[in-house]
């Protein structure tokens, strides 16, 4: 009986040694591991919701302009050229995922002026309906404030137990808002944060001679600038293509937006009035859209702005909005 208890002991001890050897294994190469991995960290601000016209509408491939306003360096440690190249590294990026989103930055001759700088409130903080009113009568969809807020090293250890090693770390810290012209509430607020392994060399040399360290910024922005691009063009795209009345001359409707957008004479769409001003959580204002009002044709379009007619028995307020059917 004893020996018959001993040759079950020692099969049975071998098998649970052997399961907790491969666990051990397992975090061990974990440690070792995920310490090492790159993702970029999200913080998502509240936005205004709800506010989406719930209309099925057929874009038929209609152009989308935001305006980029100037990106903000709150840091000392990434250059006007490192900022510039992680702009152009988002309009491309933008270009090649959204091909109906049309990203607009100061440099370029099409960038809306009367945007730039935006107006804001006696607080100091942007004010938003005036920003989105001043974007309407340029034909501009919405308006993106970037900011990079930090770019900082940090020292750190890896690993469990004895396996632990110190290891530098870089992170970078980005911020983006975008606007939408309607309901001129934000679409998007999020916070970034990227951090890669560095060498500890190059963390030394990040504060007297920056230029060593400009690869790994860039490096940083770039997959950041692959998250963000993901974000505005999902928050923009899920949108109907909007236009904008500025203007009433007796039976004509002026457009903001024209040829440049896709806008073609005899293209229809549905007009809906400015409806009244709520203030949602945090205070931030935004347009909710009223009911239909009608429909207009356009009869004369140029690259920048269009004429339309109304339909019989249909009223058009001054700053509607017009979506497609």
Known sequence: MV???????????????????????????????????????????????????????????????????????????????????????????????????????PEEAQFPQGINPPPSLSSGAIDNLGLAANARKEGVFGIAFIRITGVFTDERFAGILWWRDPQTVLQVQLVADLYGAQPGAKLLSESYTQELDIDPDIARLMYTQQEQAAPVILDALARIAAELEEDICDGIMKRPWQGFVTRIDQDRIHISSGSNAGLEVGDRFEVFPQGKVITGLGGERFWLPGPKAGRIELVTVEPQSSEAITFPDTQIPLNSTIQTP
């Open 3 to 105: 020996e018959n208890l001993m040759n079950v002991q020692q099969s049975i001890c071998p098998k649970r040694s052997s399961k907790l050897l491969t666990a051990m294994i397992a975090l061990v190469v974990l440690a070792l591991i995920l310490p090492g991995c790159s993702t970029v960290k999200r913080t998502s601000h509240g936005v205004t919701r709800g506010v989406v016209m719930k209309f099925k509408t057929e874009d038929r491939g209609l152009k989308r302009f935001i305006a980029l306003m100037p990106i903000e360096n709150f840091t000392q440690l990434t250059s006007t050229d490192e900022t510039q190249q992680f702009r152009q590294q988002l309009v491309t990026r933008l270009g090649e995922r959204c091909r109906d989103l049309v990203l607009l930055h």
